[in-house]
């Protein structure tokens, strides 16, 4: 069993910057895909960034693409998501999710096994 705790959200003005963290516990997950997906009010879960195993492979979403920046560091069982130039629309409850697999970068939140509870993220325009 993997447990995932995100960190980093905040309230934060249009064009301004936060780092979001996800730390994973239970077991090592360095041979899983991990990602970031966000859900606002009303709306379904979306994809937002995933990376393969070894982080040699990343994905964005079209609408973060240029502005949002996913790592991973194996040796701490964590995965970052660095978020620039933060847009109102961005504003969202964002999770961190572990994959089934490790060699993909999964968009479809179908192809997670474990997810953490969310962290808010607010831009003010």
């Known amino acids: 069993q993997v447990q995932l705790e995100e960190s980093g959200g905040g309230l934060v003005q249009a064009g301004g910057s936060l780092r979001l963290s996800c730390a994973a516990s239970?077991?090592?997950?360095?041979?899983?895909?991990m990602g970031w997906f966000r859900q606002a009010p009303g709306k379904e879960r979306v994809f937002v960034a995933a990376?393969?195993?070894?982080?040699?492979?990343?994905g964005y979403a079209d609408s973060v693409k240029g502005r949002f920046t996913i790592s991973r560091d194996n040796s701490k069982n964590t995965v970052d998501l660095q978020m620039n130039s933060l847009k109102p629309e961005d504003t969202a409850v964002y999770y961190c999710g572990v994959a089934h697999f490790g060699l993909s970068v999964p968009t479809s939140p179908n192809r997670y096994a474990y997810w953490g509870q969310g962290t808010q993220v607010t831009v003010s325009s």
């Open positions: 990376i393969n195993w070894s982080g040699g492979s990343t």
């Open positions: 239970g077991r090592s997950v360095s041979s899983n895909g």
